[in-house]
């Protein structure tokens, strides 16, 4: 996993920049096993990851979630779990670049939904970085380029994604992450789970496996970056 951290975000140990190193992803297991998820070929590599962790977050009052991604997931150790949190936090997502666009992205979100609808939460909460404001900053406010996103007049390779899968933009956050692309600045996204039962006991959440026919592999966007906090 760490290893898949490094070709992503072209890091190494001694340059780690957003990357999480093997010793996090132990803990994660140990801290929230159920939120973490990983794709694996027939071979056994590691090509797509998520982590997550729970959080109390009210989508009315955001500010607690309005801060830098070390801050919220406590340098990616995720000390900062709330075992009762009402709402999952996706703390990364990545899928190798050799196998974007081939569902694997699609497949590690489902077992995210799984999760949410078996512990009975209110939906996910994320920082989507906004991977092509640099592009745009010189002409238009964060603001402005958000808008134009969520109104489809502007293509951001990560927060477009996002909400195709039914995410909705519930604020901006500076300084989330240190990337020039981003210029530091975030979406905060949600995704409400439509199941949501309040009072309604979580039912237990086991090992989740699941094979995939990958599709073919397509070509990235000009200019597409690895990866992003989700």
């Known amino acids: 996993m760490e290893a898949l951290q490094h070709v992503v975000y072209g890091t190494t140990r ?8 093997a010793e996090q992803f132990i803990e994660h297991t140990k801290i929230f096993p159920q939120g973490q998820y990983i794709a694996v070929t027939d071979d056994g590599r590691v090509v797509g990851l998520t982590a997550s962790m729970r959080v109390t977050f009210n989508p009315k009052r955001p500010s607690n979630l ?14 900062t779990h709330d075992p009762n949190g009402n709402w999952l936090y996706g703390v990364e997502s990545s899928v190798h670049a050799d196998y974007r666009g081939r569902g694997i992205g699609r497949a590690l979100m489902d077992a995210r939904w799984h999760v949410i609808r078996k512990l009975n939460l209110r939906g996910m909460v994320a920082g989507g970085a906004l991977k092509d404001y640099h592009r745009y900053a010189d002409r238009m406010s964060v603001d402005a380029y958000v808008r134009a996103v969520v109104r ?6 990560n927060l477009t994604k996002q909400i195709h899968m ?10 989330y992450v240190e990337d020039p692309d981003t210029l530091g600045y975030a979406a905060l996204i949600t995704w409400e789970n439509p199941d949501y039962q309040p009072g309604q006991t979580p ?5 989740h496996h699941t094979t995939i026919r990958l ?13 992003a906090h989700a």
């Not at 001694?14 to 190193?21: I, S």
């Not at 995410?167 to 901006?172: E, G, M, Q, S």
């Not at 599709?215 to 970056?225: C, W």
């Open 14 to 21: 001694n340059n780690l920049g957003d990357a999480m190193l």
């Open 66 to 79: 309005i801060e830098p991604w070390r801050e919220t997931t406590a340098d990616a150790w995720l000390t």
């Open 152 to 157: 489809r007049e502007i293509f951001d390779t």
């Open 166 to 175: 039914g995410f909705k933009v519930v604020a901006i956050i500076p300084n």
């Open 203 to 207: 039912e237990r959440v086991g090992t």
């Open 215 to 227: 599709k073919p592999r397509k070509q990235p966007r000009s200019g597409q970056s690895p990866a």
